[in-house]
């Protein structure tokens, strides 16, 4: 005794191979669902090809180790965002990123967010002037040195400036509510930053590696380098970043792993 | 780097003991730089503050040099440069606070024990020795000085008698500046002792008498006026305030934030911790090198202690000044630095008589 290996028409009670749409034997037809059978995943989590967000540190109201399936084509995060909704984030614009799928890749985009969105480097990333950056709860800005405003006036009257050294670029720290902190020139290419025996140190900042990261020139380009620091180094993003499995981002005070099954 | 001769463990060269073992570290290595350092462009140690003698004697001669360059700064377009590269006498390696114990001793005014001359307070009943010196009168100092004995004999009152006297690089005194009772312009243009210093304006500043007290006036000076501020008497700060510790130029900034966005987004940014403003090191006209923010309990200032240090400027005092607020207001103090804290006029000032007064490269005292 064995049982029929393919769908029986409910007419005749021949076996209809499947992708048949009517019965061989009497032109009954095939019923839609069998001809589509294919096996489901028993959750949308275990979908190929899309991402899911994990939030690690997160906004209060929200609670942490949520998770976001982005099922759909756009999912945008933000204070008032209705799909990623950080409510109690004031450092999250109204409307913050935007996850969207490019073809088969995820990427985030910056909606013109005040604050904008930083991603963790993998060891090392270029860097230009202007960008921001953050170790620990410290957030940076690399700037240009300054042109020399030191010269003698028109009547040879001679500046008297503080003794300084030849600097490449400098990294201002930028303090909650916009103000710059602290600032330091480069001593000629490189700048390290961390909680001690750096450059600029930040002794009670307890998610600071002693040596965290340095920003380097080599010859035109600079490149921010994370020196195995627990936390890591994030670098805010220009416009749009493509993202893959492991990815860590801040939007706000929100830490979120980027996880995409394969 | 000093290798600890007891457990091997190498040390930085101001490192008095070894971080490995707490031996003592050779003294020898351990002084890159003077730290007496008397006499920066402008500067001369506090009086009556690390020792008794009387103000006028108390400008110790070694690195002054850097003043007598004056005369060269009209050709070197770096002189800061040239005056940080000259090698820096090193005569006393430590403070009279810390130096080891000396063979001189003097009986303790209140138990009558030895207690070595370099101590501030009795080690055996803890009279502040430092209180009974520092109430001798100081003010005696213009009668010990011989240079011009004629003027210097008795003190007069304000006009005629009225000068800026030259301290000079090896700490004595030099020719003097005669201030007229109505106003007296000084600058490149004056000529005389002015001339070769190009560090100042043609026109400088203007010194001028109203009634007995001397006013100094900054003509709009590229390089300002300073004033010598007195030892742990707190002077308030303003927003763009400008200081003078060492060779070191440093401006007082308030705190200013950007207006918040208009939908509620808060700028993110590392901790505030309160900070009371910044204090930025002047590399240009209005262009500032390395910043940092004021926290409320206030930051010291120094070569070697403090929470920001100049390792480098060896005229800046191992702790040099302190910047903190009180009821509100930010105040710098002097902690008793060699070399003293300087705070730029703005505008005009009183200038009380014995006050220092730098002007360009030259440190002069007001007398009258």
């Not at chain 1, 109201?61 to 204070?79: C, F």
């Not at chain 1, 991603?119 to 960008?131: L, V, W």
């Not at chain 2, 006297?165 to 002015?194: K, N, W, Y």
């Amino acid at each position: 005794m064995e049982q029929a290996r393919n769908y029986v028409c409910t007419e005749c009670a021949s076996a209809v191979p499947s992708g048949h749409k009517f019965c061989g034997a009497c032109g009954a037809g095939v019923p839609t669902e069998a001809q589509t059978l294919e096996t489901r995943f028993f959750g949308a989590l275990q979908m190929p090809g899309k991402a899911r967000l994990i939030v690690v540190r997160g906004d209060e109201a929200m609670g942490e180790g949520l998770s976001y399936i982005l099922q759909a084509t756009e999912h945008v995060a933000g204070r008032e965002a209705d799909q990623i909704p950080f409510p109690s984030d004031n450092w999250l614009s109204p409307s913050h990123a935007n996850f969207l799928y490019r073809g088969e890749k995820l990427v985030v985009r910056d909606e013109g967010s005040l604050n904008g969105v930083y991603i963790r480097i993998r060891s090392a990333s270029p860097i230009q002037i202007g960008d921001h950056f953050m170790c620990g709860q410290q957030l940076f800005r690399i700037d240009a040195t300054p042109k020399d405003t030191s010269g003698p006036e028109a009547d040879q009257t001679h500046f008297y400036s503080s003794p300084r050294r030849p600097s490449a670029f400098r990294v201002t720290q930028i303090l909650e509510g916009g103000m710059d902190g602290i600032v330091c020139c480069a001593y000629e290419q490189s700048l390290q930053i961390g909680r001690e025996d750096c450059d600029i140190n930040f002794p009670d900042d307890v998610h600071m590696s002693p040596r965290h990261a340095r920003v380097e020139m080599s010859g035109e380009s600079l490149e921010l380098v994370d020196e195995n620091s627990q936390n890591g180094t994030y670098v805010r993003i220009r416009g749009e970043r493509e993202l893959s499995h492991g990815d860590y981002l801040f939007l706000g005070r929100n830490l979120l792993r980027v996880e995409v099954t394969a | 780097m000093i290798v600890c001769s007891r457990c091997s463990k190498d040390n930085q060269d101001h490192y008095k003991f070894c971080l490995g073992c707490g031996a003592e570290l050779p003294r020898e290595s351990s002084k890159p730089r003077s730290f007496s350092a008397p006499t920066p462009p402008g500067g001369t140690p506090a009086p009556g503050r690390e020792t008794n003698a009387p103000q006028g004697l108390q400008v110790q001669g070694s690195q002054a040099e850097a003043l007598a360059s004056a005369p060269q700064l009209e050709l070197d377009p770096m002189p800061v440069e040239a005056a940080r590269s000259k090698p820096v006498a090193v005569e006393d390696p430590l403070p009279p606070e810390l130096a080891p114990l000396g063979d001189e001793t003097s009986p303790c005014p209140h138990c009558g024990s030895q207690v070595p001359a370099n101590f501030r307070f009795c080690h055996v009943c803890g009279d502040d020795l430092h209180a009974e010196a520092a109430a001798a009168p100081t003010g005696d100092a213009p009668a010990e000085r011989v240079s011009p004995p004629a003027v210097a004999e008795a003190p007069q009152p304000a006009a005629g008698r009225a000068r800026l006297v030259l301290i000079q690089p090896d700490g004595s005194e030099g020719e003097s500046f005669p201030l007229s009772a109505g106003s007296s312009l000084i600058g490149r243009a004056t000529g005389g002792i002015f001339a070769n210093d190009a560090y100042l304006s043609p026109e400088h500043a203007e010194f001028r008498f109203e009634g007995d007290q001397l006013v100094v006036k900054d003509m709009e000076s590229l390089n300002g006026v300073y004033i010598r501020i007195e030892p742990e008497v707190p002077v308030e700060l303003f927003d763009g305030s400008i200081f003078r510790v060492g060779q070191e130029i440093l401006r007082f900034e308030g705190p200013v934030a950007p207006d918040p966005a208009d939908d509620g987004t808060q700028y993110m940014g590392s901790p505030h911790r309160g900070y009371l403003g910044r204090i930025s090191l002047m590399i240009g006209r209005q262009t500032t090198g390395n910043s940092f923010p004021i926290p409320p309990h206030g930051i010291h200032l120094g070569r070697e202690r403090g929470d920001v240090v100049f390792p480098e400027d060896g005229y800046v005092s191992g702790l040099h000044c302190r910047v903190n607020s009180e009821v509100g207001h930010v105040f710098l103090t002097d902690v008793g630095s060699s070399n003293g804290t300087f705070v730029r006029v703005s505008n005009e000032s009183y200038v009380p008589q014995g006050t220092f007064v730098l002007i360009g490269q030259q440190l002069f005292r007001a007398e009258y």
